[in-house]
């Protein structure tokens, strides 16, 4: 089977690998759609932490269920997708329900070789139905799952402003599902093509250009005087998310989606004096998968709307390059497999 590798930062190759042999609980997947994520091109552009060389990237998947070993309620032809994250189902995380944060936890594509190849096999435990969705709105649900996670993390209630620094897919994402629980939406970020597509497709009617050097006194205005009751940090950019706590109401809650390499470097007393509370948001669990197949199946959200680019797998690798340049107006591409 044809597979695409990312042998170093800067190359992607196509390497002809054995299709998969059915073990034991597992199964195989014939994939259809890939959607390329913020960590496929921060490998690509070697700044991904916990990542090691070569490596399949890929885990915004969904194809045709193959085969199969254990796995009540499927059948052979059944479109799904499937959680990315696998777990040893004994740690404690585990134990507690957050195999999201699994002690030994390993990602599809980033510590494991991920689905961007013809043929994937995976835990059968971790297959997810596709419920009516169509192949590319399935691979669309794990970035919306991210986001789900981060707001459910966050705890919004209705009439909260909330600031998302970032508007890549992840925050985008993070942006609907705080809209779906009542919040009042701000977000900021670098790139005017996105925060066109925030305005305009999504809806959001506070809108901040990273780089204003009056950042502090157009929140201020936007809240009223109050500041964001919880910020969001989906920019996974070291100064953006040093900076972010500045942006925080007092008792408010600082969410961590993005991820970077270095320390968080801020003040401490303006941290206590706010008695603020610090939160990461890794990954997402069944619970949010599923919230969002309902969001997507009752219209609630919109994730083709993301879709900006679409490539067959062939043409996969010479588009990476096109994906990380922030002229390129992408938002989100999807690799076809036929």
């Given amino acids: 089977m044809k597979s695409l590798v990312c042998t170093k930062p800067g190359e992607l190759r196509y390497t002809d690998l054995p299709e998969p042999l059915l073990q034991s609980g597992q199964a195989i997947v014939r994939i259809r759609n890939i959607c390329i994520c913020g960590t496929d091109l921060h490998a690509f552009e070697g700044t991904q932490p916990f990542f090691d060389y070569p490596r399949i990237l890929g885990h915004e998947l969904s194809g045709e269920l193959v085969e199969f070993d254990k796995a009540p309620g499927f059948r052979k032809g059944d479109d799904v997708t499937f959680l990315p994250y696998l777990n040893c189902g004994e740690c404690i995380a585990c134990r507690s329900g957050k195999t999201n944060c699994c002690v030994k936890l390993q990602v599809s594509g980033v510590h494991i070789d991920g689905g961007m190849a013809?043929?994937?096999?995976?835990?059968?435990?971790?297959?997810?139905?596709?419920?009516?969705?169509?192949?590319?709105?399935?691979?669309?649900?794990?970035?919306f799952s991210i986001g789900?996670?981060?707001?459910?993390?966050?705890?919004?209630?209705?009439?909260?402003?909330?600031l998302v620094m970032g508007a890549g897919p992840i925050g985008m994402c993070a942006l609907e599902?705080?809209?779906?629980?009542?919040?009042e939406l701000i977000v900021t970020d670098i790139n005017l093509h996105r925060l066109d597509f925030c305005k305009h497709t999504l809806g959001v009617p506070h809108i901040i250009h990273?780089?204003?050097?009056?950042?502090?006194?157009?929140?201020?205005?936007?809240?009223?005087g109050d500041m964001p009751a919880v910020v969001i940090d989906a920019s996974g950019n070291r100064k953006a998310i040093n900076q972010g706590l500045n942006y925080l109401a007092y008792g408010g809650r600082y969410i961590l989606i993005g991820l970077q390499k270095e320390e968080l470097i801020f003040s401490h007393p303006d941290f206590h004096k706010r008695e603020a509370t610090l939160m990461s948001s890794r990954n997402a669990t069944r619970e949010d998968f599923e919230r969002v197949i309902q969001c997507i199946k009752n219209?609630?959200?919109?994730?083709?709307?993301?879709?900006?680019?679409?490539?067959?797998f062939d043409e996969a690798a010479a588009g990476f390059p096109n994906w990380l340049n922030s002229s390129s107006h992408t938002i989100k591409a999807v690799v076809e497999l036929d």
């Fill in 177 to 183: 599902f705080a809209r779906l629980a009542g919040a």
């Fill in 118 to 143: 013809e043929y994937y096999s995976i835990p059968t435990h971790l297959l997810v139905q596709a419920d009516g969705l169509s192949l590319t709105e399935m691979a669309m649900v794990e970035p």
């Fill in 299 to 312: 219209g609630m959200i919109h994730p083709l709307s993301f879709i900006t680019d679409r490539v067959k």
């Fill in 210 to 224: 990273a780089g204003a050097a009056n950042m502090i006194e157009r929140l201020m205005e936007i809240t009223r």
């Fill in 148 to 162: 789900a996670h981060g707001i459910r993390r966050a705890a919004i209630r209705p009439g909260e402003f909330v």
